[in-house]
């Protein structure tokens, strides 16, 4: 049985176990995929101990994924953008690190909800943890134009230089949005996790077919309310992120591609 974890503080609410848990059983693999609390300021010392016990691998929620980052001796493209990891794999003395939120939320948009993003325009609120990570593989699928707003402008500007020739981004303030609408809209913000709005105009919704949570189970947040009233006909939340960020995980853990839909089924909780 190879072990893994999720590795957090807290932790208990999380999902990965029965996800990871479910993946193994659909393609027969032995797995153990447990929960472990690391105290605050002890991530390498509890990882440490686990990787002496055996462990192949962890994903990271809050507040760990920079110390995950820092604790890897080999990081992938899209981790290192972010500056975070939110998958870790052991092999000896080698730990890899990878952040596949992006790749998980670009997938869920485009296979599940079925909205291509080549050549669309994209706007992105946030520029914190959970808006960096998710950067490159947007900027992969070619969209036509996609802007970084936030809330400190010069958070989204550098985020934005920092992606060099990755593609077509820039960054601004939520403010300089007046005016300009969009085809996708998704927010990055943590501001839904203590029901706030971000200051974002309306506008930005006066064409858009999708707006998006990152957030997961938070029902319908203030800012998929505005998207709902400003006519937007499709709005989701962040559960089909969580179930694919996972898929790639497990995938690149174990080498075989699991099924997203039935669990996507399962733990999605209505936005009403
Ligand atoms: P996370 O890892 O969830 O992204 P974070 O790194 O603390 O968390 O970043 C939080 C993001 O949400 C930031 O972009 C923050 O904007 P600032 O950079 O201006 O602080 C944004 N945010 C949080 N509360 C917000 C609010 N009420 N309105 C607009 N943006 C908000």
Redesign the pocket.
Known sequence: TDRYAIVGNPVGFSKSPLIHTEFARQSGQDIEYTRLEAPLGRFKETVDAFRAAGARGVNIT?PF?LDAFAYATEVSEAARLAGAANALAFDGERVRAENFDGIGLVNDIQRNLGFSLQGKRVLM????????GALLPFLAQQPAAFVLA???AA?AQALAQQCGDAGAIRGCG?HDLEGLSFDIVLN????S??G????VPASVFSQAQLAYELAYAKGLTPFLRLAQGAGVQRVADGVGMLVEQAAEAFQWWRGVRPDTAALIRQLTVPLA
Do not use: M
């Open positions: 809050a994924k609120l946030g520029a914190g943890g959970a808006a960096r936030n809330r400190t958070k939520l990055a913000t943590s501001a996790l203590t706030e709005l971000p200051a």
